[in-house]
């Protein structure tokens, strides 16, 4: 059985800095690519990072600069490094894995609960 676990989400203040993880399990983590999506209230889930099972990464333009992904795939667990964060960087934070996830939700079959980030002004 797959699962996503997530967790670092939290209340900030604008300018301050949260890492967000992700503990995966039930299949061979470094052969996935794992991505990292948000969705605020009344709007889509969007794409923020992903990193392929080699190492690949992609990162939006909205949060490049200031996000970084990574991953461990000795503790097989993914990480979202978020820097200078604002306040329209309030969202719920999903990660997700999938062989031929990338850019796209529908690449990822199995994703986390979600972690609540707030940043206020």
């Known amino acids: 059985q797959v699962q996503l676990v997530e967790s670092g989400g939290g209340l900030v203040q604008a300018g301050d800095s949260l890492r967000l993880s992700c503990v995966a399990s039930g299949r061979t983590f470094s052969t996935y690519n794992m991505g990292w999506f948000r969705q605020a209230p009344g709007k889509e889930r969007e794409f923020i990072a992903a990193?392929?099972?080699?190492?690949?990464?992609n990162v939006a333009d909205s949060v490049k600069g200031r996000f970084t992904i990574s991953r461990d795939n000795v503790k097989t667990t993914l990480f979202l490094q978020m820097n200078s964060l604002k306040p329209e960087d309030t969202a719920v934070y999903y990660c997700?894995?999938?062989?031929?996830?990338?850019?796209?939700?529908?690449?990822?079959?199995?994703w986390g609960q979600g972690t609540q980030v707030t940043v206020s002004s």
């Open positions: 990193i392929s099972w080699s190492g690949l990464r």
């Open positions: 997700a894995q999938g062989k031929t996830g990338w850019l796209r939700p529908d690449g990822y079959d199995y």
